[in-house]
């Protein structure tokens, strides 16, 4: 079996260690702000969540006019618009947008946890399943808490999750770039 990186490369990366270490407590620094003002760093989410559907709504619009036949041009029309105006409608009115996502993933939470705590009763034979359908009821419940208290909760669940995955983000990659160096 052949490995992503050979022995160049290890050295590479090894040489850079001090980059990967400065990047993690940069992300590290940018998650503490977030933990600091969870209400903007949830704006900032949904700013960015609103300016992948702008752009990918005038791409869907602009792919409209390249199609053959109306049927296409309208689906492909009536698609990109609603993208562009879901994504307009995130910068006009970021707060009532972060509630819609807030609900949204409470609800994708919930599912997937119902899903993995099935799967994990699927696999009740093998060893390990337990772990599967404890991941799940993680998922489950987080999902239940997020739905119990929204919509209040849409004002900082989107940027307290955006502050954990930052933090997240930096601690791995000083691991990362600590444990390269050696």
Same mark, same amino acid.
């Given at each position: 079996m052949t490995h992503a990186f050979d022995r160049a490369d290890k050295s590479a990366v090894a040489g850079k260690w001090g980059w990967f270490?400065? /990047?993690? &407590? #940069? #992300?590290?620094?940018?998650?503490?702000?977030?933990?600091?003002? /969870?209400l903007m760093a949830t704006v900032a989410s949904v700013y960015y969540v609103g300016i992948i559907m702008l752009v990918g709504g005038l791409f869907n619009l602009a792919h409209a006019f390249q199609v053959k036949g109306w049927d296409s041009v309208l689906y492909w029309g009536l698609s990109g618009a609603c993208y562009t105006i879901a994504g307009l409608f995130a910068f006009?009115?970021?707060?009532?947008?972060?509630?819609? *996502?807030t609900f949204i993933m409470a609800i994708a939470l919930i599912v997937a946890g119902c899903f993995r705590i099935w799967v994990? #009763?699927? *696999?009740?034979?093998? $060893?390990?399943?337990g772990w599967v359908a404890l991941?799940? *009821?993680v998922t489950l419940v987080a999902g239940l808490i997020i739905a119990a208290g929204w919509p209040v909760n849409s004002l900082w669940? /989107?940027?307290?999750?955006?502050?954990?995955?930052? &933090?997240? $983000?930096? /601690?791995? *990659?000083i691991a990362f770039g600590v444990l390269a160096k050696s």
């Open positions: 270490v400065a /990047l993690g &407590v #940069l #992300l590290i620094m940018c998650g503490g702000l977030a933990f600091g003002n /969870l006009i009115n970021p707060v009532l947008a972060s509630s819609f *996502l994990g #009763l699927k *696999l009740r034979p093998l $060893q390990g399943w991941g799940g *009821l669940i /989107l940027g307290l999750f955006l502050a954990v995955d930052l &933090v997240m $983000q930096g /601690l791995s *990659l």
